[in-house]
Every structure is written in C-alpha cells, then in structure tokens.
Nanobody, 123 residues
Framework: QVQVVESGGGLVQAGGSLRLSCAAS????????MGWFRQAPGKERELVTA???????TYEDSVKGRFTIPRDNARNTVYLQMGDLQPEDTAVYYC?????????????????WGQGTQVTVSS
C-alpha cells in the first residue's frame, strides 16, 4: 500500500505564487510516477502535471511556463510550484501516485490519492 500526503495550498492574489508538497510512503512504493490533478466546481478532475522516476514530465497546456513539478527521489516527494496564478487556477488540487513507474496521463493510471488541498486565486 502507498500513502500520499499533501501540504500547502491557500488563498493567493492573481499573479502570485504558491507551492504544494506531496510525500509518498509505503512498502510498495518503488519510484512510482506521481502527478498533480485539480478539480474545479462543476468540472471534471484534470491532470495538471506528472513526473516519473527518470524526471520525465508532462504539463497541461494552460500551466506550461507557469507551473513546475520538482521531484526529490531520495525523499519520495514531489512539489507543485505554481507561478503567475490566475483565478481560473482555483480548484482543489490532488497529489497521486501511479500504479507503476510509467508516466500516467489520466486519472485511471493513479491508484493512490491524497486528500486534496484547496487553492483559491482572487482577482
């Protein structure tokens, strides 16, 4: 089993920055790919960014150039560094660990989820 614990989030003004942290643990965690998803009210959960053990990354188009996903393999921790935040980035953000080491592009590839953390961007 794998446990995923997020921290960070909160309220920020448009144009501001925020960093989320996510630590994975458990006897079956073997460098699984990890991702950040978000879900805004009335919308489906979407992949924001993901990274695998080899540091290969993918980003949703609207966050390219604004968000990054650093990964510390020694600590089994990933971060979501968000910059130039906009009101449309407001959502609950979820960290997830994938079933394996391959980079996952949809929620179906992720078996282990954090509790979610609210990010609100005011205009």
């Amino acid at each position: 089993q794998v446990q995923v614990v997020e921290s960070g989030g909160g309220l920020v003004q448009a144009g501001g920055s925020l960093r989320l942290s996510c630590a994975a643990s458990g006897p079956t965690f073997r460098g699984n790919a990890m991702g950040w998803f978000r879900q805004a009210p009335g919308k489906e959960r979407e992949l924001v960014t993901a990274i695998n053990w080899l540091q290969t990354r993918t980003y949703e188009d609207s966050v390219k150039g604004r968000f990054t996903i650093p990964r510390d393999n020694a600590r089994n921790t990933v971060y979501l560094q968000m910059g130039d935040l906009q009101p449309e980035d407001t959502a609950v953000y979820y960290c997830a660990a994938a079933r394996g080491q391959g980079l996952g592009y949809t929620a179906d590839a992720y078996d282990y989820w954090g509790q979610g953390t609210q990010v609100t961007v005011s205009s």
